[in-house]
């Protein structure tokens, strides 16, 4: 495809359930990042991976989240145990090599953890 | 303070007026500036990159940037209903990490 996409597009969750959000880049992007948007707010920086290097996971809000992209290309974002805070939209998006360079955002998946 | 200020606004501007939407960071060392722009309940979509001091104009935008105030901002001229959004400012810092660090957003308005 021609853009960064995600699935689910959306996801409800009981609290205490395991979710895993997958994002497929832009063919041929190296860098791949993960962000968490909560309403009204800009997207918040989770971690950010180059190639299958994980190079910065600052942003991950605790140990409940783990991401990976094994292969380089298709990641994943799982959060284990869901809470309600965890409720947002997150944001993947791709960029074609490295630091400052412009980032394509997927169309998000939207989590609601209840 | 936060790294990346915005205005939340509403900012409301008539059809055909000149919108001015404002960004300041704080990370003296950045380097490149980014505004998206995001319809409600869609992703952010970039809009323009400025890299240096100065103006730089792409249609009905103009990005401008001031180093050395530490601000940024975008002009958007001829404003259109459709423009009705919410802009997005973003800053790499200067640690080279791959951070893209967001302000919280303006919402513009453009009433016909």
């Known amino acids: 495809g021609a853009g960064v996409s995600q699935s689910p597009r959306y996801k409800v969750a009981k609290r205490g359930q395991d979710v895993a959000l997958r994002c497929d880049p832009i063919s041929g992007h190296v860098s791949l990042f993960w962000y968490q948007q909560a309403l009204g707010q800009g997207p918040e920086f989770l971690t950010y991976?180059?190639?299958?290097?994980?190079?910065?996971k600052s942003g991950l809000p605790s140990d409940r989240f783990f991401a990976e992209r094994p292969e380089g290309s298709v990641s994943t974002l799982k959060i284990q145990r869901t809470q309600q805070e965890d409720s947002a939209v997150y944001l993947c998006?791709?960029?074609?090599?490295?630091?400052?360079?412009?980032?394509?955002f997927g169309p998000g998946t939207r989590l609601l953890v209840l | 303070q936060k790294e990346v200020e915005q205005n939340s606004g509403p900012l409301s501007v008539p059809e055909g007026a000149i919108a001015s939407l404002n960004c300041t960071y704080s990370?003296?060392?950045?380097?490149?500036f980014f505004w998206y722009r995001q319809y409600s309940g869609k992703s952010p979509e970039l809009i323009m990159f400025i890299y240096s001091n100065g103006d730089k104009e792409d249609g009905r935008f103009t990005a401008q940037l001031n180093k050395a105030s530490q601000y940024v901002s975008l002009l958007i001229r001829d404003s259109q209903p459709s423009d009705s959004a919410t802009y997005l400012c973003a800053v790499y810092g200067s640690s080279n990490t791959g951070k893209l660090i967001f302000g919280q957003g303006t919402t513009l308005q453009v009433k016909p």
């Open positions: 998006a791709s960029s074609l090599i490295n630091t400052e360079e412009t980032q394509y």
């Open positions: 990370d003296r060392g950045s380097q490149s």
């Open positions: 991976f180059q190639n299958e290097a994980q190079l910065d």
